[in-house]
Structure formats: structure tokens, C-alpha cells
């Protein structure tokens, strides 16, 4: 069973950074598609940056783009998600999330969501 886990979320001023990890079990990076979601408070779930297998390029959301890096430790089986120029607009619950197919591109993924998902960090940027 694939289990994951978020950490690192908190609260942080505008113009600050935070950096966000997840741990995944029972998961490996072999076929995969792995990526990190976010909802405000009062809005839909927006996939923000994904990855996958078959896809050698990182997938970021134009809000995000420039600000913030995904970055993987497959030894350690987790991922990070690191945030700089954190505006108050960033606020949210921030969720790992993972499929054990990675046939699809990443913004694919972070369209249409992932089977595996984390309770969620999180993150509270104060202006």
C-alpha cells in the first residue's frame, strides 16, 4: 500500500520560503508519476508541479513557475518542493501525491490528479 507522508509546512512571511518534503512508501520511483497539489481555502485542488517516468521535464504551474523547484531523493523515496517568494496568495493545504503509472505527461497528471494522496501540510503565508 502506498502511503505518503508531508512535511515542513508552516507559517512564513511574504517574501520568505519554506520547503516542503514527502515520504513515500510503498512506492517506488520506477514507473511513476508523482507530484505536489495545493488548496486554498474556498477553492478547487490545483496541481502545482508534477513529474513523471515518461516525461524527462518537470511540470510547473504558471503561478508557481520561477518560485518554486520539485526535487527528488529516490534513495530516501522522497520528494521536496521548495517555495521561495512565498506571497500571501501561496496559502493552502499543500498534498503529496502519487500514481504507480507514469504513462502520461506531467501536466496531465496534475490536470487530472493521482490516485495516492497524503493528508496534506499546511502552509500559511502572512503579508
Known amino acids: 500500500e502506498v502511503q505518503l507522508v508531508e512535511s515542513g509546512g508552516g507559517l512564513v512571511q511574504a517574501g520568505g520560503s519554506l520547503r516542503l518534503s514527502c515520504v513515500a512508501s510503498?512506492?517506488?520511483?520506477?514507473?511513476?508519476?508523482i507530484g505536489w497539489f495545493r488548496q486554498a481555502p474556498g477553492k478547487e485542488r490545483e496541481g502545482i508541479s508534477c513529474?513523471?517516468?515518461?516525461?524527462?521535464?518537470?511540470y510547473y504551474t504558471d503561478s508557481v513557475n520561477g518560485r518554486f523547484t520539485f526535487s527528488s531523493d529516490p534513495a530516501k523515496n522522497t520528494v521536496y518542493l521548495q517555495m521561495n517568494s512565498l506571497t500571501p496568495e501561496d496559502t493552502a493545504v499543500y498534498y503529496c501525491?502519487?500514481?504507480?503509472?507514469?504513462?502520461?505527461?506531467?501536466?496531465?497528471?496534475?490536470?487530472?490528479?493521482?490516485?495516492?494522496w497524503g493528508k496534506g501540510t499546511l502552509v500559511t503565508v502572512s503579508s
Open positions: 513529474i513523471t517516468s515518461s516525461d524527462g521535464s518537470t
Open positions: 501525491a502519487a500514481d504507480s503509472y507514469g504513462s502520461a505527461a506531467g501536466s496531465w497528471y496534475c490536470r487530472h490528479g493521482m490516485d495516492y
Open positions: 510503498g512506492f517506488t520511483f520506477d514507473d511513476y508519476a
